[in-house]
């Protein structure tokens, strides 16, 4: 299936805490770029990739934006609509991991939302937490030319039980392509906190490629969810104390109004 828009991105995450105790860490991992109008058809044409239903590889539509079982494109489209975007149809596509043998836990999930002619009308970071919370950051971009995208926003969201729920998100983005970058910087009033990035190289997605990734990354979304905790241990032995967790935000969605064009170039 050549002609397909989405893609497998095989690629390294690395994780950097810099105050108030050095740490870091790095996984080889993948991710999905799913587009969610192929969904059906790769839930019929891909014997290792399931839609809405086990497989060894598999998409649930409950495990973003509502959580519900019905198809996420309307859901995104009317968050799209309350801050003034129409798509007209356009392609919206979600960088993800997929369920493994039925599981599967997102730290971080990126819709990529494009007008009809292609170009990148917004972004939705969709963060989930430890606790089965998540929360989303709608970004729009102002300028679309070819380079990276440079986004921010205020940081309204617990996530990690050592930060409290302060300060801001630096987003640089390199969209999809034969690569993918995705950065975050988190900083607050004394100056950078955390670092991540993923950074991946596409493949096409096929049966061969899901079960390279199978064997390349064996229960790659269990190992996520175990990592975290075993980093939060390691954490916690190098002397951080747990922040109280406050509840989330009312609206499951914060709607960014960017200050400034968001950004392309190096």
Not at 54 to 69: K, Q, T, V
Request: net charge positive; proline share 8%.
């Amino acid at each position: 299936m050549t002609d397909l828009a989405s893609a497998l991105y095989r690629g390294v995450v690395v994780h950097q805490r810099v105050r108030p105790r050095r740490h870091r860490l790095t996984y080889r991992v993948f991710s999905l770029l799913l587009d969610l109008d192929e969904l059906p058809r790769l839930g019929r044409a891909l014997r290792l990739f399931a839609y809405n239903r086990f497989g060894l590889f598999s998409f649930l539509d409950r495990d973003h934006g509502p959580g519900h079982a019905a198809p996420l494109r309307p859901y995104v489209e009317n968050q799209l609509r309350r801050a003034g975007i129409d798509l007209a149809g356009g392609a919206i596509r979600v960088l993800c991991y997929p369920r493994i043998l039925g599981y599967v836990f997102n730290p971080l999930s990126v819709f990529f939302c494009h007008h009809r002619d292609g170009a990148l009308a917004a972004l939705i970071y969709e963060v989930n937490n430890t606790f089965g919370e998540r929360h989303s950051y709608l970004i729009p971009v102002v300028d679309a030319a070819p380079g990276p995208i440079r986004q921010g926003c205020t940081k309204r969201f617990y996530v990690s039980p050592f930060n409290p729920v302060e300060g801001t998100y630096r987003f640089r983005v390199e969209p999809p392509g034969d690569r993918l970058a995705l950065v975050i910087n988190q900083d607050d009033a004394a100056g950078p906190v955390l670092h991540a990035a993923f950074r991946g190289e596409r493949a096409s997605l096929s049966d061969r490629a899901l079960l390279a990734a199978f064997v390349r990354y064996p229960l790659m979304t269990v190992k996520v969810i175990a990592g975290i905790h075993w980093e939060a241990f390691r954490l916690w032995r190098k002397g951080l104390r747990l922040v109280d967790r406050p509840a989330p935000p009312a609206d499951a969605v914060t709607i960014v109004t960017p200050a400034t064009p968001s950004t392309p170039g190096g």
